[in-house]
């Protein structure tokens, strides 16, 4: 749990929260390292997206027929 933890957006967002309420400054490379996750995230999510739709479509005009 703990390696998949670690990959998960949100434990690096608590961190970093945690961080910045005990005085620490914010860390440039951490957020665009975070914000690079979340464009990796939704990049997967519209390519799955198109994927499942495009197959959807498939199986629909084939049930027509």
Do not use: Q
């Not at 434990?11 to 957020?31: C, I, K, M, Y």
């Not at 939704?42 to 997206?49: F, K, S």
């Amino acid at each position: 749990m703990r390696a998949v933890g670690a990959v998960l957006p949100l434990t690096h967002a608590a961190e970093a929260a945690s961080e910045l309420s005990a005085g620490a400054g914010l860390d440039v490379r951490d957020l665009a390292a975070e914000l690079g996750t979340g464009a990796g995230y939704a990049l997967l999510a519209v390519v799955l997206l198109t994927v499942f739709e495009r197959g959807s479509r498939r199986r629909a005009t084939l049930d027509v027929m």
